[in-house]
């Protein structure tokens, strides 16, 4: 009797220990990079279907390759918001990212044109600037036809009518720097690595950005409707370049990501003294405090009261940059100073010879 009440006490404990462990592994560990991916359209939305082609088994395609290449790394964690053809709402796919408390939400597109227009573009939701990135947004955001009782889940909001997309470009303004820095990832990628055309980094209204907590960007792969990019984006090759161009932008986002995260640089010392500084010659590092189509002054006032502020237009954006040192230690002071003063997404950028590198090219140059 003695020996079974034993075994309960054990077994109860043993039950209470593995239910602290579940409850334990609810939160999110924060070494874990949690990436949404998102194939355009599917089921009865087809996408476009230039030349022929189909945008929803091409976007699906790239998606489960990047997919793929990412589930092997180590601390990053892949979710999917359709691995199959089927449709899925714009609205549900943004909720699944927020759901998953998403460190990161892609979307993968094809575009089309009547003319054979050609390249690769990237949008962040915004203002759409030019009447052909509205074009783009209008087009993807007409799927929503296709959803029974559209009008109520988007609350009236009608593709084609400009007033619609007034307020939207707010929705994201918290993660836009981020997102611009996965989109100039993705691009320069795209340009530099795979001879693409570059149509740039872009704003406009997509519906299926507008409610998802988190940095976010929709890429446009290319034109199906062009004769050359067509059959290069249905093509296993292509779809394979493609999907390696954003893998190796999505990893270089999230080491920047992470760099920033660091709090103490240098703790690993073997001495007790702090470290005082850590000079890459060549390198100049700054801090990114903002980005977006608006020409600001670069004045305190401006900036949270931050002093010194510079501002350079790339890409046909403004990108607001803070301090300027070759000393790694002192950059991670002002991006805690950066950080308290009311810029939590700001990170380090790295220059050499005034072009942008990431962080960690900089860091395996040669310390003095
Ligand atoms: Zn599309």
């Not at 790239?62 to 790394?73: D, F, H, N, R, Y």
């Amino acid at each position: 009797m003695r020996t079974n009440l034993l075994k309960l006490f054990v077994f109860f404990f043993i039950f209470l220990a593995s239910l602290q462990g579940l409850f334990a592994n609810n939160d999110k560990p924060r070494d874990r990079f949690v990436v949404v991916l998102d194939a355009g359209h599917g089921g009865k939305d087809p996408g476009n279907m230039g030349n022929g082609f189909k945008e929803k088994d091409i976007a699906l395609s790239i998606i489960l390759k990047i997919g793929k290449a990412l589930e092997k790394q180590d601390g990053i964690e892949v979710i999917y918001t359709r691995d199959s053809d089927v449709f899925i709402p714009l609205d549900k796919r943004a909720h699944i990212a927020n759901e998953a408390d998403a460190d990161l939400f892609v979307s993968v597109h094809c575009n089309s044109h009547n003319s054979q227009a050609y390249g690769t573009e990237t949008f962040v939701l915004g203002l759409h600037k030019t009447a052909e990135n509205f074009e783009v947004a209008k087009k993807e955001n007409s799927v929503i036809f296709l959803e029974e009782d559209y009008e109520v889940t988007y609350g009236g909001f009608n593709p084609n009518s400009p007033e619609s997309y007034i307020g939207m470009a707010l929705m994201q303004e918290e993660y836009l720097n981020q997102s611009i820095l996965l989109a100039d990832f993705v691009q320069k990628n795209f340009t530099n690595e795979l001879k693409r055309k570059n149509r740039g980094v872009k704003q406009a209204g997509f519906l299926v950005l507008k409610n998802a907590v988190m940095p976010s960007v929709l890429i446009e792969t290319g034109f199906l409707t062009n004769n050359h990019e067509g059959p290069y984006l249905n093509s296993t090759g292509g779809q394979n370049k493609m999907a390696a161009a954003i893998v190796e932008a999505i990893d270089k986002y999230a080491n920047t990501i992470n760099l920033s995260n660091l709090e103490s640089v240098g703790s690993n010392s073997s001495s007790n003294m702090p470290v005082q500084s850590q000079i890459y010659e060549g390198i100049t590092f700054k801090i990114q405090l903002a980005a977006g189509s608006k020409r600001l002054e670069t004045k305190a006032y401006n900036f949270k009261g931050l002093q010194n502020v510079e501002r350079a237009r790339e890409d046909g954006m403004y990108k607001y940059y803070y301090g300027a040192t070759s000393d790694y230690i002192k950059i991670n002071e002002l991006h805690n100073e950066a950080k308290r003063n009311g810029y939590p997404s700001s990170y380090i950028v790295a220059f050499k010879d005034g072009s942008k590198i990431t962080v960690n090219e900089a860091l395996k140059s040669k310390v003095n």
